[in-house]
């Protein structure tokens, strides 16, 4: 399975930005799908947004405000999250799905708080 790092959370105000990336140990090439999932405390962890083969795909609640991006020089996927609500903050979490083997990898996830 691939490893992955996920790393650009922290604490922003509401309407402020933040830049999530991904990095894998393998050449995302090798993965059919890339996804941002989400988890709020004491509720279910959701699909924010998902990297697949030629489309982008997201969640009603974050379009037009994120956008899901790959860098295959830097084997990352990226999530630049823009106008954020407090309703936002949530760990963050990344998801590869391998093409071959059909695999999930998660990684550790980044805290992401949006407060005033």
């Known amino acids: 399975q691939g490893q992955l790092v996920e790393s650009g959370g922290g604490l922003v105000q509401p309407g402020g930005s933040l830049r999530l990336s991904c990095a894998a140990s393998?050449?995302?090439?090798?993965?059919?799908?890339m996804r941002w999932y989400r988890q709020a405390p004491g509720k279910q962890r959701e699909l924010v947004a998902s990297?697949?083969?030629?489309?982008?795909v997201y969640a009603d609640f974050v379009k037009g405000r994120f956008t899901i991006s790959r860098s295959v020089a830097q084997n990352t996927v990226f999530l630049q999250m823009n106008s954020l609500k407090p309703e936002d903050t949530a760990v963050y979490y990344c998801?590869?799905?391998?093409?071959?083997?059909?695999?999930?990898?998660w990684g550790q996830g980044t805290q992401v708080t949006v407060s005033s």
């Open positions: 990297s697949l083969v030629g489309s982008t």
């Open positions: 998801n590869a799905i391998e093409h071959d083997s059909g695999s999930s990898s």
């Open positions: 393998k050449p995302i090439s090798s993965f059919s799908a």
